[in-house]
């Protein structure tokens, strides 16, 4: 779905293009008749209508590079949702079975032996930081010759291992695809937001000059309608009041 602050520049670009399009060879006989008079000896008319047509079928492949920036945009982030959600129940998952494996081996071991295990401080909940975390009790768990403090007390180490590694793959995987995720949007609102200064920088100049030379000839009812407007760039001064709300974050 298109951004409201791109479809507004796409219908002011339309707009324009369109009044190009059917008044062009119109304006080009109205231009010449008005200079003709002050042509000298040796010089040529210009073509008004082909400078105007040039001029239109820039504002449409802009038009169609805003239009394709915009969708891939809007394309990108609706694949974050899903992710971050899938991310955020693993990550739940992960944290649980840390606690859980925590208060098994704390009913098992000395402190100073679960500390050694790598469970220092309040298990942390940013995935980042719980993965890290989690590696460091495996790694702990692999490496160490556990004594319980109590002789009846036991933990099946292999079987928290098989149960907290792949949690933590799976967080692992996860935050990597979201940080992925994060970059491929911030790359394409970032060509989004320059197709939309070079829609706007383009607009602007074939607008203005389409409207002065609509009003140089008289038509002053339809340069109203070509005239950008000087509050808000890229739109014709038609559509200045009605400025949408544009939720895209900037990258």
Request: hydrophobic share 40%.
């Amino acid at each position: 779905m298109t951004s409201p602050v791109v479809t507004r520049l796409l219908r002011s670009n339309r707009s324009v293009v369109q009044h190009i399009e059917t008044n062009a060879e119109r304006l080009d006989e109205r231009l010449k008749a008005l200079l003709k008079p002050h042509l000298r000896a040796g010089e040529k008319m210009p073509d008004f209508a082909l400078a105007l047509t040039l001029m239109g079928r820039l504002l449409a492949a802009q038009a169609s590079e805003l239009a394709a920036a915009d969708d891939a945009n809007e394309a990108e982030k609706l694949d974050d949702p899903a992710l971050l959600r899938a991310l955020e129940e693993a990550n739940d998952s992960l944290y649980k079975a840390t606690v859980r494996a925590r208060e098994m081996l704390a009913g098992a071991f000395t402190a100073k032996a679960l500390g050694s295990l790598g469970f220092k401080g309040d298990t942390p909940r940013a995935p980042d930081t719980l993965v890290r975390f989690v590696t460091n009790v495996l790694t702990a768990l692999d490496s160490h010759t556990l004594t319980p403090a109590d002789d009846g007390a036991s933990v099946d180490v292999k079987k928290l291992v098989k149960r907290l590694q792949p949690a933590r793959d799976k967080v692992h995987a996860l935050a990597g695809d979201a940080l992925r995720e994060a970059r491929e949007l911030q790359q394409t609102q970032a060509a989004r937001n320059a197709a939309i200064e070079r829609a706007v920088e383009t607009f602007d100049g074939v607008a203005g000059t389409a409207s002065a030379l609509l009003d140089l000839v008289g038509e002053s009812a339809l340069a109203e309608r070509t005239r950008p407007s000087t509050r808000h760039s890229g739109v014709v001064q038609t559509d200045e009041d009605t400025p949408p709300a544009d939720p895209t974050p900037t990258a």
